[in-house]
């Protein structure tokens, strides 16, 4: 166990209730999954990119920023040309179906909504539900499930990662924090953000406070926590063994929820990526020195989710509106598009991601009600239906014995392909 377990950095601690409960041991008859589906079919909005809970209000105030917060950073842009990217047609990706072996676990609770989770050392999945206000943890070797309520929390949990001494971090989008939870304690580390002061829209000569809204996180080797602040228009880092923070700007001038930056992740020489909601480019940004360069995308109009490197610093991300999966190629500066067949009988496109040491990349078609892998080498995807209907997977994480873990309706899934 590390230092950091025994001793967190000082700031909020506050201690949690856990609640073992016992999940089903076998999956649940397809009769009562549907008809528990067609009861939660209306609320779809929570998976339809969670982080626009945020609230409509906040659009209409997009031209105005907030001040700029104490030890802002300021990175040197670089905006690379349309042209400097090697714009490729996307290929007609063709697909197969395959069987796997899928096992499915109801939440003890309904209304969960979970958006995002993470797998531990141990196997134990991770996960937040915005609709309960918890932290959970399953453990599938006994079948159980925990939940702890964050201080403060304000129904927003999103980004999760766990480190390597397996604590847990998390992004509470609404409460606007970074979450640090020690397990063996039971503790939890706050880390506020500064919050935004805008005008109102609707009443003159008014503002509005909104929180800097932090979405997706990613750990680096030095344990630094990297994440996006959606309504922000930056890109946050937090040093755990002092507790400070830098902002870094997406744009040129404060902005808010123009850029919307979504995903975020770290490849192997350390660079930090990350995707943005409101323009059609990816973003790479050295910590080293703070510069910033986008890479234009080739050609298509489309909302960028998660985003993942490879072990050879090859970027793959999501796209949740067209269903495609974008490669780029930095050798080459070239991208390369996938796209995923659809049946037009579901809403919702590409959202969660999953990049294997190996290289083996896997997606979650929301339409189509499916987990899929991608076969390079042959340039189709390989379909894996989950059994229940209406699952609406979301996002996922490969345990140590490489099955991969899915979100669901009230539920988590597991795929051994």
């Known amino acids: ?40 079919r209306r609320r779809n909005a929570w998976l339809l990119l969670g982080v626009l ?4 209000v906040t659009i209409m105030a997009l031209a105005n920023g907030g001040a700029r917060p104490a030890g802002q950073a300021h990175g040197t842009q670089l905006a690379v040309s349309p042209a400097a990217a090697t714009r490729t047609q996307p290929p007609t990706t063709s697909a197969v179906t395959a069987t796997g072996q899928f096992r499915e676990y109801p939440l003890p609770q309904s209304d969960s909504q979970v958006m995002r989770l993470t797998i531990d050392h141990e196997g134990r999945i991770w996960f937040g539900e915005m609709g309960r206000n918890s932290l959970a943890v399953f453990d599938p070797r006994t079948q159980t499930f925990q939940q702890m309520t964050p201080p403060h929390g304000r129904f927003g949990m999103m980004g999760m990662q766990v480190a390597p001494d397996d604590t847990i971090w998390f992004a509470e989008q609404y409460a606007n924090y970074i979450g640090h939870y020690f397990p063996t304690m039971r503790q939890f580390q706050l880390y506020p953000l500064p919050t935004l002061t805008v005008p109102d829209p609707s009443n003159a000569g008014k503002t509005l406070t909104l929180p800097s ?5 990613a750990l680096d080797s030095h344990g630094d926590v ?37 995903g975020v992740t770290v490849d192997p020489q350390g660079t930090v990526w990350f995707t943005e909601m409101g323009v059609e480019h990816i973003g790479r940004l050295d910590p080293a020195t703070g510069r910033i360069q ?26 949740f509106n067209d269903e495609l999966l974008l490669r780029l190629d ?11 067949s659809s049946t037009g009988n579901g809403t919702g496109g590409l959202y969660g991601l999953v990049v294997t ?25 390989v379909y894996y239906p989950i059994p229940t209907p209406g699952s609406e997977p979301l996002t996922m994480a490969m345990g140590p014995d490489h099955s991969l873990w899915f979100t669901g309706v009230d539920k988590i899934g597991m795929l051994r392909p």
């Open 1 to 40: 166990m590390s230092n950091r377990q025994h001793s967190p950095p000082l700031g909020e601690q506050d201690n949690d209730g856990e609640v073992p409960q016992r999940a089903p041991l076998a999956v649940v008859s397809r009769g009562q999954r549907s008809a528990r589906w067609s009861a939660r």
């Open 53 to 56: 809970l945020l609230g409509v």
């Open 294 to 319: 986008y890479f234009p995308l080739p050609g298509v109009h489309v909302q960028l989710m998660e985003i993942a490197s490879d072990a050879h610093g090859i970027i793959w991300t999501t796209s």
């Open 213 to 217: 809204a932090p979405n997706d996180l």
């Open 330 to 340: 930095l050798r080459t500066v070239t991208f390369t598009s996938y796209h995923a």
């Open 357 to 381: 040491p190996a290289g083996d990349v896997w997606v979650t078609i929301l339409a189509e009600n499916t987990i899929a892998h991608l076969d390079v080498a042959a340039k189709r995807f």
């Open 226 to 262: 990297w994440f996006t602040e959606f309504n922000a228009d930056r890109l946050g880092r937090l040093d755990p063994r002092t507790g400070r923070m830098q902002q870094y700007l997406l744009a040129g001038n404060r902005t808010v929820q123009q850029l919307a930056p979504y």
